[in-house]
C-alpha cells in the first residue's frame, strides 16, 4: 500500500490557487484508489468498500470549506469511510447478509479471514498503524481511543495473527502481505465528477425536505391559530334529574263505558239536528 502512508500537506492538500472542484477533484485522484483497497481490508467486501468511499467523498464535497481547511483533508476522509464501512448497520442491508467470495490464493483467503476474525476496533488499529503508517497518537486520535489503548488494541491484533499466522509475527511482513492483498483485488471507484453529482443532488434533496417540513409546520400553525376558540367557553355540566314534575305517561286503553260513549258521540255528529240559523231583521 504505497499510497497509503499519510503524504506531506503540499502533497496531499491541493493547492490554494485551484477552484474548489479542480481541489476535490486532486484529492480524489490522489486518495481514492488507495482507500478503496483499505477498506476493502476492513470489510472484506469489495462493493461496500467502494461505497463506504464515495459516500466519505460525498461528505467532504457536502462540507468542502471545513475539509479544504483540515489539516489533514486525507485523514479527514479516510476517518469517514473507515467509520462508514464499519457501521454495524450493514448487517441489516440484504446485499450485505451473504458471504462475498473470497480472494483467489490461499494466503491471501487465510490472511483475510485472519482479519476479519479480529475485532473492528483492533482491525482498524491494525491497519492504520501497520497499514497505512500512523505513528501511535495519530492512530489513537482516528480511532477514538486513548495512546495506551491504542497500543493493546495494536499488540493484541498483531498476536492474533501471528498465532493464525506466524510466518506474519513480524510487523514489516505483515505490513507488505496487506498491501499484497489489497493489491491482488480489483477495486474500482466512481470518478469524481459523480461523485459530486451524488452529494449536489443528496444536498438538493434535503434542502428541499426541510423547506417541505417547514411550510407543513407553518401552515398548521396557521390553521390552529385560525380555528382555534378565542375565548372561554365554559363546559356543559352533566345532566340532572328535576324533582316534582310528573312523568310523561301514554294513554291506555278505553273501557267498555269509554267506547260506549265515543260510538254515541259519532253517531250524534253524524245524524244530529240541524244546526241553528239566524233569522234575519
Given at each position: ?9 503540499d ?6 490557487t ?12 490522489f ?26 467523498f460525498?461528505l ?6 471545513q ?5 489533514d483533508?486525507?485523514?479527514w476522509?479516510?476517518?469517514?469511510a473507515h ?7 450493514h448487517?441489516?442491508?440484504l446485499?450485505y ?10 494466503a491471501?483467503?487465510a ?11 483492533y ?10 503508517g500512523?505513528d ?7 480511532t ?9 488494541r495494536l ?6 495473527v ?10 514489516a511482513a505483515?505490513n507488505?502481505?496487506m ?7 480489483i477495486?474500482?471507484?466512481a ?5 459530486r453529482?451524488c ?14 417540513f417547514t ?6 400553525t396557521?390553521?390552529t ?7 372561554y367557553e ?7 334529574a328535576?324533582?316534582g314534575?310528573?312523568?310523561e ?12 260513549l ?20
Open positions: 500500500m504505497t499510497q497509503q502512508s499519510p503524504a506531506p500537506a502533497e496531499a492538500v491541493p493547492s490554494a485551484l477552484t474548489p472542484t479542480q481541489a476535490f477533484d486532486a484529492l480524489y485522484a486518495c481514492a484508489p488507495a482507500l478503496v483497497r483499505q477498506t476493502y481490508l476492513l470489510t472484506g467486501r469489495r462493493e461496500l468498500a467502494r461505497e463506504a468511499v464515495e459516500r466519505a460525498q467532504a464535497w457536502q462540507n468542502w470549506p475539509v479544504a481547511r483540515d489539516r483533508p486525507a485523514g476522509v479516510r476517518a469517514v467509520e462508514c464501512a464499519l457501521s454495524p448497520w448487517r441489516f442491508r446485499r447478509r451473504q458471504p462475498e467470495a473470497p480472494p483467489a490464493g490461499a491471501d483467503r490472511l483475510l479471514e485472519a482479519l476479519l476474525q479480529l475485532p473492528p476496533t482491525r482498524r488499529t491494525l491497519l492504520l498503524y501497520d497499514g497505512v500512523l501511535l497518537p495519530e492512530t489513537a486520535a482516528e477514538e481511543a486513548s495512546t495506551p489503548a491504542a497500543a493493546r499488540t493484541h491484533a498483531r498476536q492474533a501471528a498465532d493464525r499466522l506466524p510466518e506474519l509475527a513480524d510487523p505483515l507488505r502481505r498491501a499484497e492483498l489489497a493489491s491482488a483485488e477495486l474500482r471507484s470518478q469524481p465528477p459523480a461523485v453529482g452529494a449536489e443532488r443528496q444536498t438538493r434533496f434535503w434542502t428541499r425536505s426541510a423547506l417541505a411550510a407543513t409546520i407553518i401552515a398548521a396557521t390553521l391559530l385560525r380555528t382555534a376558540p378565542t375565548h365554559a363546559p356543559i355540566g352533566p345532566a340532572r328535576i324533582s314534575v310528573p312523568a305517561v301514554g294513554l291506555g286503553p278505553l273501557s267498555a263505558g269509554e267506547r260506549a265515543e260510538a254515541k258521540l259519532r253517531r250524534s255528529a253524524e245524524n244530529g239536528p240541524e244546526r241553528v240559523v239566524p233569522l234575519a231583521r
